[in-house]
């Protein structure tokens, strides 16, 4: 009868399957459960940053214009030339 090995990756799964399974009791699931809050978001801290979703027609903007830093960003002075150029396109 031959010896069967088991090889690194069967161990790290079993091992990692164990762990998981050792954590997570049924009792600690319970405990989270009644810990969440009730209503979304009272957990953030501050106000959430990013674009605004604007639903009232009245308030869309009419214009739009650039950022203040755009044109400083924009002079041709400010991009680094390119030493090759555009590559040559190939003739076949």
């Known amino acids: 009868m031959e010896k069967r090995t088991v ?17 997570l009791t049924p009792a600690d699931l ?7 809050p009730g209503k979304l978001g009272q957990a953030l801290i501050g106000k ?5 979703i604007i639903r009232d027609p009245t308030k869309v903007p009419k214009t739009f214009q650039e950022a ?3 044109p400083s960003w924009s002079r041709p002075a400010s991009f680094p ?12």
């Open 81 to 92: 030339r390119s030493r090759s150029g555009c590559p040559s396109r190939a003739t076949s």
């Open 7 to 23: 090889t690194r990756r069967e161990f790290l799964e079993l091992t990692t399957a164990a762990a998981a399974g050792a954590a």
């Open 68 to 70: 203040p830093c755009w």
């Open 48 to 52: 959430l940053e990013g674009p605004e």
């Open 30 to 36: 319970l405990a989270a459960q009644a810990a969440a």
